[in-house]
């Protein structure tokens, strides 16, 4: 058994003056009575309290007297052992444990603290303490670990972790900026299409408006003719000459014709106006900046504005076939999921090339989703091909046809919002892309 050799035995009085009084001699032999105590204690092994790499520090529960320490508890503290001799635990930083166990606690767990070193710095550690009996004297266990460097590690953890969201949130910045780039891109590809689809009411409108202006000129005679009659009497002699006129004027046109014909031009440029109205709406819808806010949309409503969209580019050499099932509407945002099926669609009509083919869409609910799958009858792809599909600017297409980011970002929306993308395909018949996206629970506000 190692037997216990106090490091401040012989001066653990403080040293508060030079001439000892009675009352500390008195001092010094009621702590050297509980270090002999000590001392007799198996359950102290000097050669383990020595070899701790951990601080170990005895210390007078009353008095805060530092009793005795081992080196780590120097090191740490950094003081010579005849500095910690006899000095106060509280000059060290330990006063608010000694004043937390004088409120009863007996054993105080991992506390973090700063302590205050020798040079004056400040060093921060976990600490524990516990309060021991021995002989007339309880004397506290403290026992204290170094936390600088995991402190600094911690630190650096912190700073690490701000510098990445700030990284993310330039990066998911930049990623809305890409998107909305895509957008734009995409209308540019579009854009002769789009001005064709726009062309052929507005040529209509124009050509209606020209028959429009004859008819009312026709009536314009009719009805000034008709008023001059009215105006006069039977017996007027420029009657006769009215009513020629009249019957001239109805020989070179047909009334029945022409009132039947005005309402259809007029109906038929109604629907040139609306026909005009929804694509620009639709432009307006694909083309918005919407990456803050999701609002319930309808995959379905998606689908049909998209299919107008691209119609020209669909409707010289694909059939397409809808099977659109009733759907729940689904939280998103609508820009965004759009743009997915634009690109799908665009994609559809691209592999199936000048001899065309069938696009097949569909769309059904699942009990925790709703699926969109559009089927082409194109030249299909490659295991090879398949893998890299949805890589950033990969592209099959020829040069000036696509930007390769048309599926990459497609994927990139789906996955924010919570779903996938499915892809099936193979060479010579055709692929097929299933798009699914989760139901979310919508509150009545954003129902109504």
Not at 46 to 51: I, N, Q, S, Y
Not at 144 to 161: K, M, P, T, Y
Request: charged residues 25%; glycine residues 8%; negative net charge.
């Amino acid at each position: 058994m190692v037997t216990i050799q106090p490091q401040c035995l012989e001066t653990a009085a403080p040293p508060s003056s030079d001439a000892e009084t009675p009352a500390v001699g008195i001092e010094r032999d009621r702590r050297e009575s509980s270090l002999r105590s000590l001392e007799d204690s198996e359950s102290y092994s000097r050669a383990l309290f020595h070899a701790a790499q951990t601080g170990l520090l005895i210390a007078d529960a009353r008095t805060e007297c530092i009793m005795d320490f081992n080196p780590a508890a120097a090191e740490i503290i950094g003081a010579a052992a005849d500095d910690l001799c006899g000095r106060s635990a509280a000059i060290h930083g330990f006063g608010e444990v000694f004043e937390a166990l004088r409120g009863g606690a007996t054993r105080l767990e991992r506390h973090e603290t700063a302590l205050q070193r020798s040079d004056g710095s400040r060093i921060p550690v976990i600490l524990s303490a516990v309060v021991l009996e021995f002989g007339e004297r309880n004397v506290v266990l403290l026992s204290f670990v170094d936390i600088g460097d995991i402190s600094a590690v911690q630190e650096q953890l912190r700073q690490s972790h701000v510098h990445l969201e700030d990284a993310l949130e330039r990066l998911e910045s930049q990623r809305d900026a890409i998107i909305q780039s895509e957008k734009m891109a995409s209308i540019g590809q579009l854009a002769a299409g789009v001005a064709h689809e726009i062309n052929n009411p507005i040529g209509y409108i124009t050509s209606n408006l020209a028959t429009i202006s004859q008819y009312t000129d026709f009536l314009r005679t009719l009805l000034l003719l008709y008023r001059k009659l009215a105006e006069m009497s039977e017996s007027d002699p420029q009657r006769d000459v009215v009513i020629d006129e009249l019957t001239e004027a109805l020989a070179e046109e047909d009334l029945d014709y022409v009132l039947g014909d005005l309402d259809v031009v007029l109906r038929e440029s109604v629907e040139g106006t609306t026909r005009v109205a929804d694509i620009v709406q639709n432009l307006k819808s694909f083309a918005r900046d919407d990456s803050l806010k999701k609002i319930p949309h309808d995959l379905n409503e998606g689908v049909e504005a998209m299919i107008r969209m691209v119609w020209n580019e669909l409707k010289y050499s694909c059939k397409v076939e809808k099977d659109l099932a009733d759907l729940p509407p689904v939280l998103c945002h609508a820009g965004q999921v759009n743009q997915v099926i634009m690109n799908i669609l665009v994609n559809a009509a691209h592999a199936m090339g000048p001899s065309g083919g069938t696009i097949t869409i569909r769309t059904q609910a699942h009990e925790s989703a709703v699926e969109l799958a559009v089927s082409d009858t194109g030249c299909g792809m490659t295991p090879e091909i398949m893998q890299h599909i949805f890589d950033p600017f990969f592209t099959t297409k020829d040069v000036g046809k696509g930007t390769g980011l048309g599926l990459s970002i497609s994927h990139g929306i789906v996955s924010d919002h919570g779903g996938r993308i499915e892809v099936s395909s193979e060479p010579g018949k055709g692929s097929t892309f299933r798009v699914f996206l989760p139901l979310a629970e919508l509150d009545d506000d954003m129902i109504g």
